[in-house]
């Protein structure tokens, strides 16, 4: 049976290295994302390296778009195997002091409701393929008043608030999904990325393509569902 992976949230960092590896791994790739360009300029990538990549444009913040995208990628590669849930609402909510209620829920609508919308719709392909819910997460929703204090100070409160909820969701996915053999796994990033914004002035960011091995490696060996990278 062919594998297929989705890769929500796609751009230079993360994503990519998610992308290149699934791939090589022999996995067919679904690349989800808002900009058409961005995401054809990916899949003709990946194709350069013989990987079958396929565009999708759906906003992860929509639970009805996020249905309705997975089963447009079951019926272009078949059974899914892998969710990669890599999108957040980077900016919204930044001051919790102060932010609307329409922002407050944006962030949640990334992190949990367009979640949980793939994974329920994905769900009878994960249990037949003994698939996986892969997650990225970061450290601002880690529970520790040095990050509370940057959070804060950096108006990265929403996020650090839906981070926090996404890291409680992995272990409540994987503790629901173990008895049917839907591995759930996090890589937590105390760092930032290569290639992204976050790591402008950072001398020593983080690889994209050392994110996608560490996703690997807990896909394949199942032995833990947590990393942390830093
Ligand atoms: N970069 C870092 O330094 C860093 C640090 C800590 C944690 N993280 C975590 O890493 C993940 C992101 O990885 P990355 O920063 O390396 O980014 P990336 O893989 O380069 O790309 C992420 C992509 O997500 C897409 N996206 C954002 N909102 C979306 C939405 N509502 N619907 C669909 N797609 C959406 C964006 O593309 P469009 O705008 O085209 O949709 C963006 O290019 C997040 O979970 C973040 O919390 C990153």
Redo the contacts with the bound molecule.
Sequence with gaps: MSKTIV????????????AEKFGAEGFNVAL????KE??DAGAAALKAKGINAVAFV?????PAAIGKLIDEVRATFGTITAIH??????SQAGDLTAASETEIRGVF???IS?LLSAVQTALPDLKASKGAVL??????GELNDQINHYAAASNNMG?AMA?AA?HKLVGLLAAKLKADDVFVGEV??????K?????AG?PN??E?SL?GETFYKLFDQRADNYARLS
């Design positions: 890769v929500v949230g796609f751009g230079p960092g993360i994503s990519t290295g998610v989800v994302g808002r900009t961005r995401l759906a906003d992860a913040s929509n849930w890599n999108a957040y609402g980077d609508d990334v992190a367009g997650i990225t997460n970061g450290a601002f996020l981070n996404k937590m990033i105390a760092g930032s990325i290639g992204t914004s976050w790591a950072n960011p983080i994209p994110v």
